[in-house]
């Protein structure tokens, strides 16, 4: 399998330089050149399979210049550490199916590719005999996961941001505990854009970037899309969906990375999979979408209870707008100019036509957050945190439209956001053991104030 860029402008690439690239060099998203339609004799073959075996047949169609005994045992080692052999549980409740992405070691679905992800750089860099230096800025969870995605791995240093007492108590402690000495914890006095500022100043000094081999982990990496889409796959083999009774997902989304992994998968399973309901918070690019027909940037983010999903660019939509506009890059291109220079792309009627064919949507307030949080409690016992919230709450809204199951991508654990989950339901949630002690273990992190110069120094004296 090859890999070219929804902006046209590279040759086609490896699997291995696609991970290591990140970004495209056009400025554009790396995807592979087609997406695989499972045939139906494979499909049952695949609903036999456990989690990790399952993600081993679905990531060798993409990941082809990996040897197959590697790619089995970096998937092995990658689950090995969830809670879980199941990985991603399936519970029912209240009607609706809710996908457990939270059992990896820092409580969120961000573990499922940034596990795998940390193992498929330490080979790649043995292989090559290469050096990578990540670095990032977070507004919680990814950082905590990309942490534990490479903490004590050879020839990587990570070096995290994140605004100083601004991040959940539990969020910043599951950063600084870690003991591992490749890791490399900066609190900014500030906020979480001056953090990314910060980060993307570093970043286009091209110069430096490349002396000191720096690269990126957040979502733009094909790899962690790849590895989402295993879920998909695997919810939908054990509810036995049907083209007549498909299986519909609802996916509490920021950076659209998520539910971009529940589009190729419907693209793989043909008709197996049907409605993706996209979930937002106050924060409704992506909901206005599809709702107005233009893809236009907000003046600003709003803080909200589910903090990973306040977002005001969702940096994966370019890759679905890739296939809305016929898997042409110029026109990609040229819509994402566009966007650049007005802040706004418009859609014609047969396009969104399709996107609504594909998805629907639903922004979330607080309020109704709160409440979902609160009903879904005191019908079942069960804890949902508030990002889970926004997708069940939208999924109730969707419920009576559609038929066929509906499962509700469950993104973190509710111990990670505590306090919205006391003000909904009066109760703390459950603490896995994963936390216990966490207070009383040495934390390790460097306080600094908001300045890029600072920063960089810092880098450039503790890169590998
Ligand atoms: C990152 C995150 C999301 C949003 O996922 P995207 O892929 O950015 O759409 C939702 N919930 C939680 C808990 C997250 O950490």
């Given amino acids: 399998m090859k890999y070219i860029s929804t902006r046209g402008g590279i040759t086609p690439i490896s699997f291995e330089d696609t991970v290591m690239m990140g970004l495209a060099t056009d400025g554009g998203l790396l995807l592979p050149q087609t997406i695989p339609v499972i045939p139906f004799e494979t499909l049952q073959k695949w609903s036999r399979l456990g989690y990790a075996d399952l993600a081993f047949e679905v990531i060798r169609l993409f990941a082809t210049d990996i040897p197959t005994e590697t790619l089995q045992k970096l998937i092995d ?30 409580l969120a679905f961000k573990d499922i590719a940034l596990q795998f992800l940390g193992n498929l750089f330490a080979y790649i860099l043995e292989k090559r005999g290469g050096r990578l230096n990540i670095l990032g800025a977070t507004s919680g969870d990814t950082g905590s996961a990309a942490i534990y995605g490479v903490k004590g791995k050879k020839n990587i240093h990570i ?22 000495a490749n890791v490399f914890n900066i609190a900014i006095e500030g906020t979480f854009d001056d953090c990314q500022a910060i980060v993307k100043t570093i970043f286009n000094d091209l110069e430096f970037k490349e002396r000191h081999h720096l690269g990126a982990v957040n979502s733009i990496n094909w790899a962690r899309v790849m590895a989402q889409v295993v879920y998909y796959i695997y919810a939908c083999l054990r509810l036995k969906g049907t083209p007549l009774n498909p299986v519909h997902f609802s996916v509490p989304t920021g950076n659209f990375g998520d539910i971009f992994a529940g589009y190729v998968a419907k693209r793989m399973l043909n008709g197996l999979i049907g409605r993706l309901i996209l979930a937002t918070n106050e924060n409704d690019i992506l909901a206005r979408f599809l709702t107005e027909g233009r893809y236009k940037k907000a003046r600003q983010v709003v803080p909200t209870i589910s903090p990973s999903m306040d977002i005001q660019i969702a940096s994966n939509f370019e890759r679905y707008l890739y296939y809305l506009m016929n898997e042409s890059g110029e026109l990609v291109k040229d819509a994402m100019t566009l966007f650049e220079q007005q802040g706004e792309i418009k859609f014609n009627e047969k396009q969104m036509e399709t996107a609504r064919g594909d998805m629907s949507a639903l922004a979330v307030n607080q309020k109704l957050t709160t409440q ?86 810092f880098v450039e004296k503790h890169a590998l």
């Avoid at 550490?81 to 457990?100: A, K, R």
């Fill in 159 to 180: 070096f995290i941001l994140h605004p100083h007492k601004r991040v959940s108590p539990i969020q910043a402690m599951q950063m600084t505990t870690v003991p591992d």
């Fill in 77 to 106: 080692t990658s689950y090995a550490s969830f809670d879980t052999d199941e990985v991603t549980p399936l519970v029912e409740l209240n009607g609706l199916h809710i996908l457990e992405l939270f059992h990896g070691p820092t």
């Fill in 372 to 457: 979902t949080i609160k009903d879904f409690y005191h019908k079942s016992g069960y804890i949902l945190d508030p990002h889970t919230a926004v997708g069940v709450a939208a999924a109730m809204a969707h419920r009576k439209a559609l038929a066929g199951p509906i499962v509700c991508l469950a993104t973190a654990h509710p111990a990670k956001f505590a306090e919205a989950v006391r003000a909904a339901t009066g109760v703390e949630p459950p603490r896995p053991s994963s936390l216990n002690g966490i207070e009383q273990k040495p934390q390790r992190l460097t306080v600094m104030p908001c300045s890029m110069a600072e920063v960089k120094a």
